[in-house]
């Protein structure tokens, strides 16, 4: 059976013809999940063209009217709730269980945003002159670029695109090559629900010509960007030429805590969790376990056990608990950060090797694995991986673990497991992370609170939640008087 061709979607309409290139299933690479139309430079052009022939008419329109057609858009998904889970696990290789969490997600982002559109706050403050009347009122900046990486190839579409839309922008879409159709059928449910033509533009292909395009589309006014440091420190060089508005999330090397006094097992769960989950690829996975003196043989000891008990395998069955990765060049990359654990810390404790035979000849799966007594100037330490690799890191102390999370260029996501309340507040106050979490993994966020990291992870102001608002809006201040 011929695999379906997935066409761009530009002013409207659908777009296809040309070039195409594959989306291949990760964990049975004989599997085409789809064909998408290669998009060019040109097809940039005329999408953020198209967006900025829109603007002035999706900004016009009531931002309560602008939601009816998010409300809509989230139905249409979740109509499509397990079609749509089942190729998120065929085009990016994740559980299915983690699939549907993610696109139930994706749903209540839009309805999240969608109701966003009956408050808007703007600002009131009383003047200090008689009889003058003051305030602020929100307005889109114009026309966005939206560019959204491969591992929550819905989320983070979602969580980008429904706040530009409430605030009065039009966008223009350009997903990862590696999973693209999650994304697409968010564009699809708008398109079925009714907006208008121009205000949301969708461009699949490679993401250094289009990238290249999109930052210097003159109708351009900011762009959103979640992936890897290079490609977002290009973009801020680039943008930063156009003096552009610009959201960078970006790297991480997440430290997960763990004290003494600990809940001993619901600690070793939360950091196998947060690190081989999802294969480890979340920019909020636990990479570093920091484990107190008293209790880092045992609780190594610990991890082991409980990593040996987790199933590789095809996300779409019943029992498995982690996919591939996403292709053969995270593979690769997988692999190599694994050799260069065994000349720094020696053999890994658990994993290390590319899985093979039936079941994994098809597709690119890895042992999880953790590397213990990893010190701080070891490259497990300090450079991301994006795979199913645990450093576990001794620590004298807390004061001494905390050195340690500190100690290194990132500061995205953060977990620490204690019992003890006054190391969680020395913790809060003094670690240097976005996201911190408490005797939880250190990967998993929900949508109506502030998203993003400090130091080298992020830039720009943070998503999610009513603060996402800040970077897609900007104020227009009144002065009255009556």
């Known amino acids: 059976m011929s695999a379906t061709t997935f066409p761009n979607y530009i002013d409207g309409a659908w777009v296809s013809g040309g070039a195409t290139f ?97 408050r808007l706050p703007g600002m009131l403050a009383p003047s200090e002159r008689d009889r003058v009347h003051m305030f602020a009122i929100r307005k889109p900046l114009g026309v966005v670029g939206l560019v959204t990486p491969w591992n ?9 695109l429904a706040p530009a839309l409430i605030c009065g922008n039009t966008a223009v879409l350009k997903p ?80 997960t805590l ?30 570093r376990a920091i484990v107190e003196e008293p209790i880092y043989d045992r609780f190594v000891d610990a991890l082991v056990e409980r990593t040996r008990k987790l199933k590789v395998g095809d996300g779409m069955q019943p029992g498995v608990d982690i996919g591939p990765a996403i292709d053969q060049a995270q593979l690769d990359t997988d692999l190599r950060y694994i050799e260069i654990g065994r000349q720094e810390a020696g053999e890994p404790k658990i994993g290390g090797r590319r899985l093979t035979g039936p079941g994994y000849d098809q597709g690119y799966f890895l042992e999880p694995t953790i590397f213990a007594d990893v010190t701080e100037e070891m490259t497990l330490a300090r450079e991301e991986i994006f795979g199913p690799v645990l450093a576990v890191m001794r620590a004298k102390d807390f004061a001494g673990a905390m050195r ?16 003890n309340l006054s190391r969680v507040f020395d913790y ?40 996402a608002m800040e970077f897609y809006s900007d104020y227009k201040t009144v002065y009255l008087k009556y």
């Open 428 to 467: 809060v106050y003094g670690i240097e992370a976005g996201l911190l979490t408490v005797n939880l993994p250190s990967a998993g966020v929900e949508y109506q609170l502030p998203f993003g990291g400090t130091k080298d992870s992020s830039f720009g102001p943070k998503e999610q939640g009513p603060a």
């Open 22 to 118: 594959e989306n291949r299933n990760p964990a049975n690479t004989s599997e085409i999940v789809g064909l998408f139309a290669k998009g060019t430079a040109g097809d940039i052009a005329a999408a953020a063209a198209a967006a900025q022939a829109a603007f002035p008419g999706w900004a016009g329109m009531t931002a309560p009217g602008r939601g009816n057609f998010l409300f809509k858009a989230a139905d249409i998904l979740d109509r499509k709730f397990d079609q749509i889970a089942a190729e998120m696990t065929r085009e990016e290789g994740k559980t299915l269980p983690e699939a549907k969490g993610e696109v139930r997600r994706a749903i209540n982002i839009f309805r999240y945003f969608a109701g966003e559109g009956s």
């Open 404 to 419: 340690i999370a500190n100690n290194i260029p990132f500061g995205l996501s953060a977990s620490i497991q204690t019992t």
């Open 152 to 160: 929550f190839p819905i989320a983070i579409p979602a969580w980008k």
């Open 258 to 287: 763990v004290l003494a006094d600990c809940d001993f097992n619901a600690a070793v769960e939360n950091v196998v969790n947060g690190a081989f989950f999802s294969t480890g690829q979340k920019c909020t996975a636990t990479s």
């Open 176 to 255: 990862a090559s590696a999973s693209p159709l999650c994304a697409w059928r968010i564009v699809e449910a708008l398109h079925e629900a009714g907006v208008p033509k121009g205000v949301v533009n969708f461009v699949a292909g490679p993401g250094g010509e289009l990238g290249s395009a999109l930052v210097n589309a003159p109708a351009l006014k900011a762009i959103s960007f979640t992936g890897s440091c290079p490609t977002g420190e290009w973009l801020h060089a680039e943008a930063s030429k156009r003096r552009l508005r610009i959201q960078l999330e970006m790297g991480g090397k997440n430290p």
